[in-house]
């Protein structure tokens, strides 16, 4: 099935109907989106890395979980299938794919699924609507910026979602480090790990004013050259990588790098005008060396808890530091991530999106 979750869109396959190799999958993955290539005109993606996204699902055998999901982001440009990390939007149509594809079934009205992440063993507790015909119910109020009309919300909760790759909150250590950029000398940062790794960095530090679009960052060779630096550079030091010049290779991916700031107003693509006492930080995030047209779930969750998090850059960049809630303000808008947090630690994160199947049939690779 092809299923828009949150503002991102992927193919959904039930894990029986790939080949029990998994080594397997990469090829047949690039086959089916049509990659390498920046229009994958031979292929189902959509040319940007939001909307060339695969999720593997399957019924648990794990007691007290109902679904088992594995992601993949599959390169537009290059031969590359990254494993390394989850994603948010998409994750919150895991239980309507389990429910609509009937790897599992529901008779109540609200379907509450726990849901494991294998790329990053994570849990998610899940919640959605069901309609009297035992389907997802996707029709309701609920508007998630960067996505045309209303749904019906779904929750996900991610539990103790700290150290999702690096196994730990602060895979270096610190809540801030330098990393030295020839074109700015030292520049601070902080690397945290909170459903997924992200480093950030102070958007004035790079001489980037507040307001600044996706459009004007993929149009910046400077800006999106010195990003992926920045970016490889912490992906060394977090271990996923080797060496720094290995990271766009291996790791494209993963970690995510987001540039933040305090609260400015803006106007979004569609001409909507966002007020910058309607949100707590402003945040624009990565993916695949281009920049996120709206806002990844996972690095939202991540900068949420930053930004709640003492001596952190986000958190000296937010005009909220004492709450269990952070209202992030992304190109298409604003979101809003919960987070629970205990002497410093990081018990669960949640959000509501939206989801809505598009397509099933056969996919010829």
């Not at 069901?130 to 910026?145: A, K, M, R």
């Not at 919300?153 to 602060?170: A, N, V």
Request: net charge negative; aromatic share 8%.
């Amino acid at each position: 099935m092809v299923i828009r979750g949150g503002t991102s869109k992927g193919i959904f396959f039930k894990r029986g109907d790939l080949p029990t190799d998994e080594s397997t999958w990469d090829s047949i993955l690039l086959r089916a989106f049509g990659s390498p290539d920046s229009m994958q005109i031979d292929g189902i993606g959509g040319s940007h890395s939001t909307t060339s996204k695969a999720m593997i699902v399957s019924k648990s055998s794990r007691k007290d979980f109902d679904l088992d999901y594995k992601f993949a982001q599959v390169s537009v440009d290059n031969s590359v299938v990254d494993w390394g990390g989850n994603c948010g939007n998409l994750t919150f149509a895991i239980g309507a794919f389990g429910i609509e594809s009937g790897i599992i079934s529901s008779t109540s009205s609200i379907s509450n699924l726990t849901l494991y992440n294998e790329n990053t063993g994570s849990t998610i507790k899940q919640s959605l609507n069901i309609s009297p015909d035992g389907l997802p119910n996707y029709n309701g109020d609920f508007l998630v910026h960067g996505v045309p009309g209303t749904g019906g919300p779904i929750r996900s909760q991610f539990i103790d979602p700290s150290g999702s790759i690096t196994g730990k909150l602060f895979p270096t250590g610190s809540q801030t480090e330098t990393i030295f950029v020839d074109a700015f000398g030292d520049l601070t940062v902080s690397i945290l790990d909170v459903t997924t790794p992200c480093v950030f960095i102070k958007a004035s530090d790079l001489g980037i004013s507040c307001p600044i679009s996706p459009k004007e960052i993929n149009s910046d060779q400077t800006i999106l050259s010195t990003l992926e630096y920045i970016r490889s550079v912490a992906c060394e030091r977090i271990g996923l990588v080797g060496s720094v010049e290995r990271a766009t290779i291996d790791s494209p991916g993963f970690p995510k790098v987001v540039l933040v700031d305090s609260p400015c107003d803006y106007v979004t693509p569609s001409g909507g005008h966002v007020l910058k006492t309607e949100y707590d930080i402003f945040a624009r995030i990565m993916s695949m060396q281009k920049a996120h047209p709206a806002y990844a779930v996972t690095g939202a969750m991540c900068t949420a808890a930053a930004a709640l998090l003492p001596k952190t850059i986000p958190n000296n960049s937010s005009s909220q530091t004492n709450s269990n809630s952070i209202t992030i303000g992304h190109p298409k808008g604003i979101m809003k991530i919960g987070v629970n947090i205990d002497k410093n630690q990081v018990i669960h994160t949640e959000s509501d999106r939206t989801a809505r199947p598009i397509m099933a049939g056969n996919l010829f690779y």
